[in-house]
């Protein structure tokens, strides 16, 4: 298995630009989420899905569109990129089992991320 | 979900044992205590999870205190390639409903190891 992969790995984009940040997973989970990482601080949840057709806002969706036709792939699609999306972006996938216990299925599995810079 | 605290920096010796302490005073129940880490610019990696029991795997052992109000994250034999930003999360069973199983990242403890 490939796990969860992502394209481009680095963009520079200019104001006003748009772009689509591919996300693919192998494993046949349901539940994926793009989150963002600013430098120096923790990761935030822009959106998620929990199944294809599915999706939802997370914590900071403002400038993004979402989209789930298929259960492998999630993109995250920038219409009009601002200097504040200068950002890393991870995709990340779970399978949509109930947390807890040694055998729990609740592990997020994180791509290698896209560093995006706007100017 | 609970917030956590974590010391922003911790050094370590190669071969040492690495002891990584969080602080979740307001845990409840039904939250478990997750640890992940983040070696420089990659996506983060699940290390290991637990609710009031002490556990292991193959990375490392998760120490939680009786009351679960802190745990300790111990690498046992600490190498150059464990030096990450680990994260202590805690969050709710609610895998689906609300939470989504979202996870939330404060800025967690920048761990060296040193030669």
């Known amino acids: 298995n490939a796990g969860v992969t992502q394209t481009p790995k680095f963009r520079i984009l200019k104001i006003g630009q748009s772009m689509t940040l591919q996300c693919t997973q192998d494993?046949?989970?349901?539940?994926m989420y793009w989150y963002r990482q600013d430098p120096g601080m923790g990761l935030k949840l822009i959106y998620y899905?929990?199944?294809?057709?599915?999706?939802d806002k997370g914590e900071v969706p403002n400038g993004y569109n979402v989209s789930r036709s298929t259960t492998e792939d999630f993109p995250l699609r920038l219409e009009l990129a601002a200097p504040s999306q200068t950002s890393v972006y991870f995709c990340?996938?779970?399978?949509?089992?109930?947390?807890?216990?040694?055998?729990?299925?609740?592990?997020?599995?994180f791509g290698p991320g896209t560093r995006l810079t706007v100017l | 979900d609970a917030k956590t605290t974590q010391p922003p920096s911790m050094d370590c010796a190669e071969g040492r044992a690495a002891n990584l302490p969080c602080n979740h005073s307001?845990?409840?129940?039904?939250?478990?205590v997750y640890w992940y880490r983040q070696i420089h610019s990659q996506g983060p990696q699940y290390i290991i999870h637990?609710?009031?029991n002490n556990e292991t795997n193959e990375m490392a052992s998760l120490i939680i205190t009786e009351d679960r109000k802190s745990s300790t994250l111990i690498l046992p034999h600490a190498t150059l390639r464990d030096t990450a930003v680990y994260y202590c999360?805690?969050?709710?069973?609610?895998?689906?409903?609300?939470?989504?199983?979202?996870?939330?990242f404060g800025q967690g403890t920048i761990l060296t190891v040193h030669p």
């Open positions: 307001t845990i409840s129940g039904n939250e478990y």
């Open positions: 637990g609710l009031k």
């Open positions: 494993m046949n989970h349901n539940y």
């Open positions: 899905s929990v199944g294809a057709g599915i999706t």
């Open positions: 999360i805690v969050r709710s069973t609610n895998a689906g409903g609300t939470s989504y199983g979202k996870l939330t």
């Open positions: 990340a996938s779970r399978f949509p089992g109930l947390a807890g216990g040694p055998y729990s299925t609740d592990t997020q599995y």
